[in-house]
């Protein structure tokens, strides 16, 4: 109970709870765990917004807790319309910068890597990018997790898990079509073959799936379902079979209203992701080397040349013996067979490394600019877009790819600085002022410039209080700062010229 409370957003019950366990029996573990996470706990700032009570390690909170409130803010306004939902509010979430706090808050216990958000109606518990060891785009997992909010409230939590992960998906790419997942030749194939479940049995592929991609693969294809859905029968009656279940009708029952029968559903929802799954890379051969196969990799190969496995080998081959202009041209050739191709070491992440090998840097340029238009955490990418543009001083683009790298990790001392000056330089003081004061909060080497460049900004939009303040700060840093002292003397004429002339004559209290 003590756990159940503490997930349903019950702090004070679920705490008193926990007392009340662990002066029974001090030895529970859970328990012990909980207890420990509750000092932590109190470690965290607390940002307020329309709806949230967000809490967020101290330094994360002033790096990008307004960003964290601002997605989510647009989260509730979209989805709790779309959805028709009236919610209990507020929503708790709560993001560690530690996966194993993570773990205990959501599962009581160390564990459950794979996870990078969880959400238990009023609740939502994530891992902020410095707790995961792989790239993801965190606000792509809080749109899912609050969407998460918005159905299991909606139907009192009576829905079974595959409708609320296909919803949470599906409402990713909605929002960006990049977020969430998409076709690849893996799904193609997985749905092509043996792996497809019926959507009347979708509950069993998140119970026992066969492997991790089974598990994976069950989220994309409840995604689908719900595109299907909604395609088919209208966004109407997707809110229609919410109701239904939330008044207690069981789940078959309510899929089978809008088709007719269970098997009518299936079959329609079959033939729907049969068709994207042939659409998709429709000229590509999808033979695979089986583990005898690849010993002899080159008569495999040989003998399947219209495989896209062969083909991506064959170019890894050839870039791995520096052949780039062979690489190029079998790489051309796969992006053709495979344009959408949006993993981070697919088609375009081997013509960028082609491209910069043979030093075109403008082709380089374009193979990285198009993964970024399909992958939403291609930080390799985007990194070294950055790089190339920082060259070119071309404020417009670092702008964008700043903005990008920090809906992955927006830890990075290097992009806050690049960003500041990129939205100085477009006018933007107010993201000019909020990168810099997470500059701050990320140990930069020298503290006194970005004091300098928070006075310049605020100097800039005429509020000169802030600006004096802030060349104060990068003189006591700094005292013999040349710039900061200039910088001083203007705000001083500048704030004097301004003052009104009851104050010089001293007449005001
Ligand atoms: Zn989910």
């Known amino acids: ?34 207890k420990q996470l509750q000092s932590q706990l109190e470690t965290l700032d607390t ?9 967020m390690d101290k330094k994360e909170a002033k790096v990008y807790g307004h960003e964290v409130a601002e997605l989510l803010i647009e989260a509730r306004e979209v989805l709790t319309k779309k959805y028709n939902t009236e919610l209990i509010e507020p929503i708790y979430v709560e993001i560690f910068p530690r996966q194993k706090e993570f773990a205990i808050r959501t599962f009581g216990l160390p564990g459950g890597e794979g996870f990078l958000g969880v959400c238990f109606g009023r609740l939502i518990t994530a ?28 139907t009192k939590n009576k829905m079974p898990r595959w409708l609320s ?21 893996t799904y193609k ?56 279940l939330s008044v207690g009708m069981p789940a078959d029952e309510a899929l089978r209203r ?41 008569v495999w190969l040989e003998a399947h040349p219209e495989s896209i496995y062969a083909i991506r080998l064959k170019v890894q081959a050839l870039i791995s013996s520096n052949r780039w202009e ?48 399909l992958s939403a955490d291609c930080r390799q990418a985007l990194m070294r877009l950055l790089e190339i543009d920082r060259e070119r001083m ?30 100085q330089k477009r006018g933007n003081s107010g993201v000019a002022v909020r990168s810099l004061n997470a500059c701050l909060e990320l140990e930069p080497i020298d503290p006194a410039s970005i004091h300098y460049q928070l006075a310049l900004t605020f100097e800039s939009s005429q509020k000169f209080e802030q600006a004096k303040r802030h060349v104060l700060m990068a003189l006591e840093e700094s005292p013999r700062y040349i710039e900061a002292l200039t910088l001083l003397a203007k705000i001083r004429k500048q704030s004097d010229s301004q003052r009104p002339q009851s104050t010089i004559e001293g007449t005001s209290p």
């Open 127 to 154: 891992n902020s990018p410095a707790a995961l060891k792989v790239d993801s785009n965190w606000k792509a997992v809080l749109w899912h997790e609050y969407c998460h909010v918005v159905t299991l409230q909606k």
């Open 1 to 34: 109970m003590a756990q159940d409370l503490l997930r349903l957003g019950e702090l004070d019950s679920g705490w008193e709870q926990v007392n009340r366990v662990q002066t029974k029996d001090p030895y529970d573990v859970t328990i012990f765990n909980l």
């Open 258 to 298: 809008a088709p007719g029968s269970l098997d009518a559903l299936d079959e329609e929802f079959f033939v729907f992701a049969s068709e994207k799954a042939h659409e998709y890379a429709a000229e590509i051969g999808l033979a695979k080397p089986s583990e005898e196969e690849r010993k002899e990799i080159a």
């Open 165 to 185: 992960e296909g919803i949470s998906v599906y409402e990713e790419r909605q929002r960006n079509p990049i977020w969430g997942q998409s076709m690849d030749t």
């Open 47 to 55: 940002i307020e917004a329309p709806g949230f009570i967000i809490r």
């Open 394 to 423: 071309d404020f417009e683009s670092i702008f964008v790819w700043c903005e990008r790298i920090i809906e992955i990790d927006p830890l990075r001392l290097e992009v806050q600085i690049a960003r500041a000056q990129a939205a």
């Open 326 to 373: 062979e690489a190029l041209e079998l790489a051309k050739q796969l992006q053709t067979l495979l344009p959408n191709d949006a993993s981070n070491d697919g088609v375009y992440a081997m013509l960028a490394a082609i491209h910069r090998a043979r030093k075109d840097l403008e082709q380089e340029r374009n193979a990285l600019v198009q993964l970024t238009n």
């Open 189 to 244: 194939q997985m749905i092509l073959g043996d792996d497809f479940v019926p959507m009347s049995q979708l509950s069993s592929a998140f119970l026992q799936p066969k492997s991790p991609l089974h598990l994976q693969f069950a989220y994309y294809e409840a995604s689908l379902a719900i595109e299907y859905w909604v395609e088919k029968y209208g966004m109407q009656s997707l809110l229609r079979l919410l109701e239904d």
